[in-house]
């Protein structure tokens, strides 16, 4: 089972990522094209990339505080207020880091670091925090104007696509197993 943010907001905004890297594909077969019009391709897929994981992010945290709320008729409590600041939250989380990720979904579900989750074959916690940094680290230079404008391999930002994928069912995997066998919530997300 998949969460909304993953099934519905990050596959459909990673799909812009995917139809640039089939444009580069398209435009690398014309011999006239300089090679500067190919990188910013490559430059908008990391843009829209870590665009899509920074909605996933937003999305996960407030569904997840959705999926704690107290049955009909129950007493809310704290429930709202709760729901309210992580709304905020979400609407001033602009820089979808390993450290910020960790601190909205901690505040979100209060799980104590979900970075420790993000491992899946061929990259532990460690080396895909790394690889979030680096791509975010890109990313502020690429959307800040640096000079010159950063190359990005192809094979790079063909990568991309697939690791905020895998970055993001491991997110999943881990807030969902806090959510069900820490917080006792029975079901999280729909089927």
Request: charged share 15%; aromatic share 6%; proline share 6%.
């Amino acid at each position: 089972m998949s969460s909304s943010a993953f099934a519905i907001h990050l596959t459909q905004l990673l799909q812009d990522a995917d139809e640039l890297i089939d444009t580069h594909t398209l435009l690398s077969g014309i011999a006239s094209l300089p090679q500067a019009k190919l990188d910013a391709v490559n430059r908008s897929v990391v843009v829209t990339s870590v665009s899509a994981w920074e909605t996933y992010i937003e999305e996960l945290a407030c569904e997840s505080v959705l999926a704690m709320q107290p049955p009909a008729g129950s007493p809310l409590g704290t429930w709202s207020v709760h729901y309210a600041s992580i709304l905020g939250h979400a609407r001033r989380f602009h820089t979808p880091d390993p450290k910020s990720v960790k601190t909205i979904i901690s505040d979100a579900v209060g799980l104590a670091d979900v970075r420790l989750g993000w491992v899946w074959a061929g990259s532990n916690s460690a080396q895909s925090t790394q690889e979030l940094l680096n791509v975010i680290e890109l990313r502020h230079r690429i959307a800040h104007g640096k000079n010159p404008r950063p190359l990005v391999a192809s094979k790079y930002a063909n990568s991309l696509t697939e690791f905020f994928r895998r970055l993001a069912q491991a997110t999943d995997q881990t807030v969902r197993h806090h959510l069900v066998n820490v917080l006792a919530v029975a079901s999280p997300w729909p089927p």
